[in-house]
Protein backbone atom coordinates (compact mmCIF):
# COMPACT_ATOMS: atom_id res chain seq x y z
CA UNK A 1 0.00 0.00 0.00
CA UNK A 2 2.84 2.50 0.95
CA UNK A 3 4.47 1.93 -2.36
CA UNK A 4 1.23 2.28 -4.64
CA UNK A 5 1.11 5.91 -2.47
CA UNK A 6 4.51 6.95 -2.82
CA UNK A 7 4.75 6.17 -6.57
CA UNK A 8 1.06 8.02 -7.01
CA UNK A 9 2.85 11.27 -4.72
CA UNK A 10 5.96 10.67 -7.04
CA UNK A 11 3.89 10.69 -10.79
CA UNK A 12 1.35 14.20 -9.18
CA UNK A 13 4.65 15.92 -7.95
CA UNK A 14 6.28 14.91 -11.80
CA UNK A 15 3.40 15.73 -13.63
CA UNK A 16 3.01 19.23 -11.88
CA UNK A 17 6.68 20.20 -12.45
CA UNK A 18 5.96 19.47 -16.46
CA UNK A 19 7.88 16.05 -16.31
CA UNK A 20 5.69 14.73 -18.48
CA UNK A 21 6.35 16.73 -22.29
CA UNK A 22 3.49 16.88 -24.54
CA UNK A 23 3.93 15.08 -27.50
CA UNK A 24 4.79 16.95 -30.89
CA UNK A 25 1.30 16.00 -32.59
CA UNK A 26 0.08 17.79 -29.55
CA UNK A 27 2.19 21.34 -30.03
CA UNK A 28 1.42 21.40 -33.47
CA UNK A 29 -2.00 21.04 -33.34
CA UNK A 30 -1.90 23.75 -30.43
CA UNK A 31 0.57 26.09 -33.10
CA UNK A 32 -2.66 25.06 -35.37
CA UNK A 33 -5.34 26.24 -33.13
CA UNK A 34 -3.35 29.62 -32.28
CA UNK A 35 -3.17 30.15 -36.11
CA UNK A 36 -6.55 29.72 -36.77
CA UNK A 37 -7.34 32.21 -33.75
CA UNK A 38 -5.43 34.29 -35.08
CA UNK A 39 -7.11 34.28 -38.32
CA UNK A 40 -10.37 34.93 -36.92
CA UNK A 41 -9.01 38.26 -35.54
CA UNK A 42 -7.74 39.45 -39.21
CA UNK A 43 -10.45 38.05 -40.91
CA UNK A 44 -13.08 40.06 -37.95
CA UNK A 45 -10.77 43.26 -38.88
CA UNK A 46 -11.56 42.65 -42.39
CA UNK A 47 -15.02 42.35 -41.80
CA UNK A 48 -14.68 45.21 -40.14
CA UNK A 49 -13.06 47.49 -43.07
CA UNK A 50 -16.04 45.59 -45.45
CA UNK A 51 -19.21 46.03 -43.46
CA UNK A 52 -18.31 48.25 -40.74
CA UNK A 53 -17.58 47.77 -37.28
CA UNK A 54 -21.18 46.95 -35.96
CA UNK A 55 -21.29 43.76 -38.66
CA UNK A 56 -18.06 42.30 -37.65
CA UNK A 57 -18.76 42.75 -33.78
CA UNK A 58 -21.55 41.43 -33.85
CA UNK A 59 -20.40 38.25 -35.77
CA UNK A 60 -17.71 37.77 -34.06
CA UNK A 61 -19.03 38.02 -30.23
CA UNK A 62 -19.72 35.00 -27.80
CA UNK A 63 -23.32 34.90 -26.68
CA UNK A 64 -21.48 35.50 -23.06
CA UNK A 65 -18.97 38.38 -24.56
CA UNK A 66 -17.62 40.95 -22.48
CA UNK A 67 -16.93 44.43 -24.04
CA UNK A 68 -14.66 46.79 -21.95
CA UNK A 69 -15.51 50.94 -22.52
CA UNK A 70 -14.02 53.79 -21.33
CA UNK A 71 -16.30 55.15 -18.41
CA UNK A 72 -18.57 52.74 -18.64
CA UNK A 73 -19.00 49.13 -16.03
CA UNK A 74 -18.34 45.98 -18.33
CA UNK A 75 -21.21 45.46 -20.70
CA UNK A 76 -21.95 41.99 -20.56
CA UNK A 77 -24.00 39.02 -22.57
CA UNK A 78 -27.03 40.23 -24.38
CA UNK A 79 -26.65 43.59 -23.06
CA UNK A 80 -23.11 43.65 -25.06
CA UNK A 81 -24.91 42.43 -28.46
CA UNK A 82 -27.83 45.28 -28.02
CA UNK A 83 -24.88 47.59 -27.10
CA UNK A 84 -23.18 46.36 -30.54
CA UNK A 85 -26.82 46.67 -32.40
CA UNK A 86 -27.20 50.23 -31.50
CA UNK A 87 -23.79 51.67 -32.41
CA UNK A 88 -23.49 54.03 -35.55
CA UNK A 89 -20.48 53.16 -37.69
CA UNK A 90 -21.60 54.57 -40.71
CA UNK A 91 -18.65 57.66 -40.12
CA UNK A 92 -15.93 55.94 -39.62
CA UNK A 93 -14.28 52.66 -40.43
CA UNK A 94 -12.12 50.76 -37.60
CA UNK A 95 -9.47 48.19 -38.67
CA UNK A 96 -6.91 46.52 -36.38
CA UNK A 97 -3.72 43.82 -36.94
CA UNK A 98 -2.82 41.18 -34.54
CA UNK A 99 0.57 41.84 -32.99
CA UNK A 100 1.15 38.60 -31.13
CA UNK A 101 -1.33 36.34 -28.72
CA UNK A 102 -1.03 33.20 -26.91
CA UNK A 103 -3.27 30.01 -26.05
CA UNK A 104 -4.27 27.90 -22.97
CA UNK A 105 -2.99 24.43 -22.95
CA UNK A 106 -6.57 22.99 -23.90
CA UNK A 107 -6.47 24.64 -26.93
CA UNK A 108 -10.24 26.38 -26.78
CA UNK A 109 -9.05 29.69 -24.91
CA UNK A 110 -6.60 32.27 -25.97
CA UNK A 111 -6.00 36.03 -26.72
CA UNK A 112 -4.72 38.63 -28.98
CA UNK A 113 -3.58 42.08 -28.86
CA UNK A 114 -2.37 44.79 -31.40
CA UNK A 115 -2.96 47.92 -33.01
CA UNK A 116 -6.04 49.65 -34.39
CA UNK A 117 -6.60 52.35 -36.35
CA UNK A 118 -9.91 54.45 -36.87
CA UNK A 119 -10.41 56.62 -39.37
CA UNK A 120 -13.28 58.96 -40.01
CA UNK A 121 -15.02 59.53 -42.95
CA UNK A 122 -15.57 63.08 -42.99
CA UNK A 123 -12.27 64.19 -41.62
CA UNK A 124 -8.41 63.73 -42.73
CA UNK A 125 -7.41 62.65 -39.31
CA UNK A 126 -6.64 59.15 -37.93
CA UNK A 127 -6.65 57.98 -34.08
CA UNK A 128 -4.51 55.03 -33.15
CA UNK A 129 -4.48 52.73 -30.26
CA UNK A 130 -4.43 49.10 -28.38
CA UNK A 131 -6.65 46.31 -28.16
CA UNK A 132 -6.93 43.21 -26.36
CA UNK A 133 -9.05 40.89 -27.80
CA UNK A 134 -10.09 36.94 -25.47
CA UNK A 135 -11.26 34.05 -27.70
CA UNK A 136 -13.03 31.04 -26.95
CA UNK A 137 -13.44 28.10 -29.51
CA UNK A 138 -17.10 27.57 -30.25
CA UNK A 139 -18.32 23.82 -30.23
CA UNK A 140 -18.50 24.34 -34.27
CA UNK A 141 -14.44 24.66 -34.43
CA UNK A 142 -14.88 28.44 -35.23
CA UNK A 143 -13.84 31.50 -32.80
CA UNK A 144 -15.40 34.14 -30.82
CA UNK A 145 -14.12 37.09 -28.35
CA UNK A 146 -15.52 36.33 -24.94
CA UNK A 147 -14.01 39.97 -24.28
CA UNK A 148 -12.76 42.79 -26.20
CA UNK A 149 -10.94 46.15 -24.61
CA UNK A 150 -8.82 48.83 -26.35
CA UNK A 151 -7.41 52.23 -25.37
CA UNK A 152 -7.30 54.88 -27.33
CA UNK A 153 -4.14 57.57 -27.31
CA UNK A 154 -1.24 55.69 -29.53
CA UNK A 155 1.30 57.90 -31.39
CA UNK A 156 2.21 56.44 -34.88
CA UNK A 157 3.44 58.28 -37.81
CA UNK A 158 2.28 56.02 -41.31
Do not use: H
Request: proline share 3%; aromatic share 10%.
Amino acid sequence: MNKILSLLITLSILSSCNFFKKSPKSANKLIDEKIKMMDADKAFSKLSEEKGMKSAFMEYIDSNGVLLRSNQLPIVGANAIDYLSMQLDNEYTLVWEPKGGGIAQSGDLGYTYGVYKMQPKTIDSIMYGTYVSIWKKQNDGSWRFVLNSGNEGLNINE
